[in-house]
């Protein structure tokens, strides 16, 4: 994004890579680093075998450093360009896993917001690589009976409740996620 890198870094006692995000706080407004608490409160609050591992987060007054897992798979985005669309049953098993981890998001109070193949991982680049959710900066998390109101999210995978300006809750995930399977399967929205 406008306020952050990512970049490779290793573990000097483990010899591990990881992902190190950096952002800048200097440029931040406030609305963005309320949300960046927001953001960093739901990486530590989520651990699924189907959502990027965050390791660890490092706050300082000018840079937050958010250490996670490296996904050395690209973004599902580009797997669907190369392939042009998934068969069957590859479509359902990248289904698989991104359904695996919404209801888990879901039943921890925490809305993604922003599901799109750009938002989705692969750990490495095997035909067969687990996908995992990731960019969880647009999520929110509320509870049973709270409804959200902000209009956020990439305009192709937004679920119309949203774009008409409504209160909505987790269920706007199911339907971005259903927009990817579709992409999966035909190439294109």
Excluded at 42 to 58: D, G, S
């Amino acid at each position: 994004g406008a306020f952050a890198k990512v970049k490779l870094a290793t573990h000097s006692k483990e010899n591990s890579k990881w992902a190190v995000k950096v952002i800048s706080r200097r440029s931040l407004s406030a609305t963005d680093s309320e949300s960046l608490q927001k953001e960093m409160s739901i990486l530590q609050k989520v651990a699924h075998k189907n959502i990027v591992r965050t390791k660890e987060i490092y706050d300082t007054p000018n840079f937050t450093y958010i250490v996670m897992e490296c996904m050395t798979g690209g973004e599902l985005f580009d797997r669907i360009v190369d392939l042009g669309s998934y068969t069957e049953l590859e479509a359902k098993t990248a289904f698989w896993d991104i359904m695996s981890a919404i209801p888990y998001c879901h039943s921890h109070g925490v809305v993604h917001r922003d599901l799109k193949p750009e938002n989705i991982l692969y750990n490495s680049a095997d035909s067969n690589a687990d996908l995992k959710l990731a960019d969880f900066g647009l999520a929110d998390v509320i509870n049973s009976d709270q409804m959200l109101h902000a209009s956020c999210g990439t305009p192709s995978y937004i679920a119309p409740e949203i774009l008409k300006g409504k209160e909505y809750g987790k269920e706007v995930d199911i339907w971005s996620a259903g927009v990817i399977l579709y992409i999966l399967i035909c190439g294109f929205p």
